[in-house]
């Protein structure tokens, strides 16, 4: 049994496949009656339950209204989405869609081009904010994500592949803690959604019924043993709260200045399995005040094992700033101690 392994949906490289459309013979039957001796009932053939068009409707209804903020990111090596925050102009992206440019050609879901700069942003949540001035963008309307049930509608809106203004749709399918980026990074929360999300849905919108964005596409599960193709129904987004958050303070000060997440003040490696390798410690930071060495091997955080960077990474990622915590060493000499270690908090960018 194969573990799912993660991919990041932004910044590729422009690929549009042919697509080809076939109908399979005896699949689709259209105005035909195969009873004999009978006659299709007038008022069944053609006709959609009231229920199921008033939820069209409706679906209709938000994409028409969220698109105008749901923008296309491109600059020299690929392109990804984003979504107008404010009416300032500034849009909210993934990191990785904008990460090494600092200039981007914003185009809008009526083809419009804008220029854009980099604002900032915050790795650590994957998140950024570029700008684009005089353009008199949409601003999207945001949701309170902690209010979000599993089965709830999402409709995923954004350019993947570079088909602009792309529409699918699905559920909320789960909420999951310390989802981890192939580089390494560690999202503290994430909405799962069976929304189908492609390359270059990466910081477009996923919204709910009534047109407000519930989280910004992230990751898409790949399965290795479809070759690492994508597993069909497994995406993560990051939550509208932390969207908020983090965006908030970019677009207000080019930086994060409060970024709620537990800090060692270390540099690590990798031991094989062994622990967490102290490559160095930042003076004055909390692992210094605890008395941890460069040269330490970080075996366990709060009583949990911290085998690899990454675990120790999701780890983290699950404590709050402030929290005093048991660290579990392996010094240079073999002989294990135990530091009671208080969390900072990460600092912005």
């Known amino acids: 049994m194969s573990t799912p392994l993660l991919a990041s949906l932004g910044r590729r490289k422009r690929f549009l496949a042919p697509l080809v459309g076939a109908i399979v013979a005896g699949g689709v039957v259209a105005g035909v009656s195969l009873a004999t001796g009978s006659t299709p009932s007038e008022t069944t053939v053609g006709a959609a339950p009231a229920a199921g068009l008033t939820l069209q409707g409706a679906i209709v209804d938000v994409v028409q209204s969220v698109s105008p903020s749901v923008v296309q990111i491109e600059d020299q090596t690929g392109l990804g989405s984003g979504i107008v925050f404010d009416a300032a102009g500034d849009i909210v992206t993934n990191n990785h869609v904008v990460s090494g440019a600092t200039s981007f050609t914003v185009t809008t879901s009526n083809g419009k081009r804008h220029p854009a700069r980099l604002v900032g942003s915050f790795p650590p949540d994957d998140l950024a904010v570029i700008k684009v ?5 949409k601003p999207a309307t945001f949701a309170d994500s902690s209010k979000l049930q599993a089965g709830d509608l999402a409709i995923a809106i954004g350019n993947p592949l570079g088909l602009r203004s792309s529409v699918t749709d699905g559920i909320v399918s789960a909420f ?8 390494n990074v560690t999202l503290p929360s994430m909405i799962q959604t069976s ?24 990751l898409a599960a790949t399965d290795p043993e479809l070759g690492g193709s994508a597993a069909p129904g497994i995406g993560f987004a990051i939550p509208s709260n932390l969207v908020k958050d983090i965006a908030g303070q970019i677009a207000a000060n080019g930086k994060v200045l409060d970024s709620h997440r537990a800090y060692l003040g270390i540099r690590v490696g990798e031991t094989n399995g062994g622990g967490a390798y102290v490559g160095s410690v930042t003076a004055g930071g909390p692992a210094a005040h605890g008395g941890m060495h460069v040269g330490d091997v970080i075996v366990s955080v709060d009583g949990k094992p911290t085998p690899t960077t990454g675990v120790l990474s999701a780890v983290l990622a699950e404590l709050k700033p402030g929290r005093q915590v048991p660290v579990v060493v392996k010094p240079q000499n073999g002989a294990k101690r135990t530091l009671q270690v208080t969390l900072g908090t990460y600092p912005g960018s």
């Open 133 to 137: 001035s005089g353009a008199g963008l």
């Open 176 to 183: 999951r803690q310390a989802v981890q980026e192939p580089n």
């Open 195 to 218: 929304a189908a999300i492609n390359p270059g849905n990466s910081g477009g919108a996923l919204v709910d019924i009534e047109g407000r964005v519930i989280g910004i596409p992230t």
